[in-house]
């Protein structure tokens, strides 16, 4: 990398500023048993599945109080933050919901096609056989912010409470245990002063938190400073850009590509590719997504994304339809060696994309970010069983390390550095890492970070 | 980062099938106060290579160099932040700025996504 790096100018903020003790009087927090920062996959399968083991508990329920879960969530609604492409593996939904109709299921359709292409600016060109990370047979076409309402409307259901519009802006620790989070104050001005409709936040104190604010985590990243759990890489992201579109002509494949308008120079480092995902019979989704450790500061994905769907390959697929949705949001692509080096403190666990749970060469995140929300939720009820006062919650963390999260992440852990980058490896490095489960090339290759 | 040439293969808009960043910013239902507190945090004083970096990176075009310095031969130059513009997608917490929280309730409302 040759030039300035951005992060050489770092900016006005200290984590120490959003941890802290309680502030309000004891007679005005709020108290509730389990509080969950942000309404994902993660927080929302922890929410559902604490709410179902309760169903056995009646002596533990009664003593969570009145309200035994909160999820906070700083979006309108639940849903309304999230963004992804998204290829959903079925196993987390099933275990979840074992009941549940797969009609019932907030999905498109189930993946029967897939199809991977190496563009040129003219030509599209199909890689065959395809890299084996890319296959999504079995897999379910989904959208995360509808998989976000479905998931509150069932967890309300049950009893959750849902904080929308809420923002978790301060960590609440007494003595380094975690007591619950602040909400963030309404009603400032520009320069931070009251008007008229002022309301200031609120301390909710909780048995349990539980961080599950996804990617690039304002208090979570904060927690990672002040508990030392930063992982052996440091953390990097990607950048999705995704828009959904209306078609005349429903898509019968999922199709990833790789190259155009990406360029092939090392020296730009612009690793990545693009999803296209059918939605039905009348919609598909369409996104860019790239590393963010590219060296030309004039690389726009946004732009870029607008370039792709001139290609005549792509153009065809859009053609006659009518663009109506537009999203972006980062991807947490560290991998196994950037999820934090504990993952929980006490009083407290971090779960999905907030501890960096993506495996990043087959382009999956939702199912292991549900799977740990519900590790978590198994955690935190055997635990308040034993002793409602219990912050230790290690349990969780050794959940995760024995589960296939770990073990899935583990295998895949070298596959973004060697490119150095990117769920769109392609190529045959990442599929002999598939083929020999990472034996091969093994060890830990360095990462730089991304700035 | 470099001032490179990426940004010349980028094509004007035609509203059909491609569109700018305040079009799509638009699309994603974004509904944060203009006067709200700005939740971004960064140095709004830098090398212009960083500018640019923020510029062209943010999807939602928060990040603007005023167009006199952007002619300009100085080294370093101002980051004006439309912080309303915001969809909290994070890449500024990736290359050397830092994201924060707006006021609840703010941000994009995806439905689709």
Request: glycine letters at 10%; aromatic letters at 8%; proline letters at 6%.
């Amino acid at each position: 990398m040759s030039g300035i790096a951005p992060s050489e100018f770092p900016p006005p903020f200290e984590s120490a500023d959003v941890i802290g003790p309680p502030t309000d009087a004891e007679d005005e927090r709020i108290e509730v048993g389990v509080a969950i920062v942000g309404g994902g996959p993660a927080g929302l399968a922890c929410a559902n599945k604490v709410m179902q083991l309760l169903e056995n508990e009646p002596e533990l329920t009664e003593k969570l109080g009145e309200v035994p879960v909160a999820v906070i969530e700083k979006g309108k609604v639940a849903g309304a933050h999230l963004l992804s492409g998204a290829n959903m593996k079925p196993s987390a939904m099933e275990e979840l919901f074992p009941d549940l109709p797969k009609e019932e299921w907030p999905v498109y359709q189930e993946v029967t096609k897939d199809a991977v292409y190496m563009l040129t600016s003219k030509a599209a060109l199909p890689l065959k056989p395809m890299p084996p990370n890319f296959k999504n047979h079995g897999n379910y076409v989904t959208s995360v912010s509808k998989l976000g309402r479905f998931l509150s409307d069932k967890a309300e259901e049950a009893g959750v409470y849902i904080l929308s519009e809420t923002a978790a802006t301060k960590l609440l620790v007494e003595d380094r245990v975690v007591k619950g989070v602040r909400s963030g104050d309404r009603g400032r001005g520009k320069d931070g002063e009251e008007l008229g409709n002022f309301e200031p936040g609120s301390d909710v104190i909780a048995k349990a938190t539980v961080l599950a604010e996804g990617t690039v985590g304002h208090l979570t990243y904060a927690a990672y400073d002040y508990f030392d759990l930063h992982g052996a890489d440091p953390m990097r992201w990607e950048l999705g850009v995704k828009e959904v579109w209306e078609v005349k002509e429903p898509l019968d494949r999922v199709i990833h590509t790789m190259g155009w308008p990406l360029r092939k120079s090392p020296r730009f480092n612009e690793f990545g590719g693009s999803f296209i995902y059918p939605m039905g019979e009348d919609k598909l989704c369409i996104g860019l997504v790239a590393g963010l450790d590219y060296t030309d500061a004039t690389f726009s994905v946004h732009d870029a994304l607008q370039l792709l769907k001139t290609h005549p390959f792509i153009k065809k697929l859009l053609d006659g339809g009518k663009r109506v949705a537009w999203g972006a949001k980062t991807i947490p692509s560290g991998g196994y060696f950037a999820m934090p080096k504990r993952l929980a403190v006490p009083g407290m666990m971090i779960a999905g994309d907030a501890a960096s749970m993506v495996n990043v060469p087959t382009l999956k995140g939702v199912h292991y970010a549900m799977h740990a929300g519900m590790y978590a939720a198994e955690t935190i009820v055997e635990s308040l069983k034993q002793d409602l006062d219990a912050v230790n919650f290690e349990a969780y963390d050794e959940k995760i390390r024995k589960s296939a999260i770990e073990k899935d992440l583990y295998e895949s852990r070298n596959m973004r550095q060697p490119f150095s980058k990117g769920f769109f490896v392609g190529g045959a490095l990442a599929s002999a890492m598939t083929v020999t489960k990472g034996n091969f090339p093994g060890g830990h290759w360095k990462q730089e970070h991304d700035s | 980062m470099d001032l490179g040439k990426a940004g010349d293969m980028y094509i004007k808009a035609d509203n059909e099938l491609t569109f700018n960043k305040l079009d799509s910013v638009f699309l994603s239902g974004n509904a944060t106060r203009d006067d709200a507190p700005n939740h971004v945090r960064i140095q709004t004083r830098v090398p212009k290579e960083v500018a640019q970096t923020w510029v062209s990176m943010c999807p939602a075009q928060v990040y603007e160099i005023p167009e006199d310095q952007l002619e300009s031969q100085q080294a370093e130059v101002d980051v004006h932040v439309t912080a309303s513009n915001c969809v909290q997608c994070g890449a500024i917490t990736a290359k050397g700025g830092r994201l924060t929280l707006p006021e609840g309730g703010d941000g994009p409302l995806y439905q689709e996504t």
